[in-house]
């Protein structure tokens, strides 16, 4: 009787170990995936910083303060003139008619779309 109680504690801590042995393989398993899973968060912030940092050296060069200042605000260098056509030349040079449709106030436009 003895025998079986030593065997059965026995076989009872064998499971027991088998089963912690196991838990931590399925542990160690979620765990390469989820290393592998910040590999991939970290490349792809890698990738971006780099998209940013090209952009703002792009964004800090003369080249582009220049044109920005030019396309945006109207500046020109010395010596430089400035042409102004009017809009209604400009339509006429270009052949767009004015018979376009007027655009509708945003409110009027949902007002629009709820309603019919």
């Known amino acids: 009787m003895l025998k079986?109680?030593?065997?059965?504690i026995i076989i009872?801590?064998?499971l027991f170990l088998a089963y912690k042995l196991f838990s931590q393989i399925l542990y160690a398993?979620?765990?390469?995936?989820?290393?592998?899973?910040?590999?991939e968060v970290v490349y792809s912030l890698e990738m971006k910083n780099k998209q940013?940092?090209?952009k703002l050296s792009?964004?800090?060069?003369?080249e582009f303060i220049e044109s920005q200042a030019r396309n945006k605000l109207g500046l020109s260098k010395k010596g430089e003139t400035i042409v102004i056509i009017a809009e209604d030349k400009l339509k006429l040079v270009l052949g767009t008619s004015q018979s376009a449709i007027p655009?509708?106030?945003n409110w009027l436009?949902?007002?629009?779309?709820?309603?019919h």
């Open 4 to 8: 079986k109680i030593i065997v059965g």
């Open 103 to 105: 655009r509708l106030p």
């Open 52 to 54: 940013l940092q090209k």
């Open 12 to 14: 009872l801590a064998v």
């Open 109 to 115: 436009g949902w007002l629009k779309v709820f309603l």
């Open 29 to 39: 398993l979620k765990s390469e995936g989820r290393l592998t899973q910040a590999a």
């Open 58 to 62: 792009e964004i800090q060069s003369v």
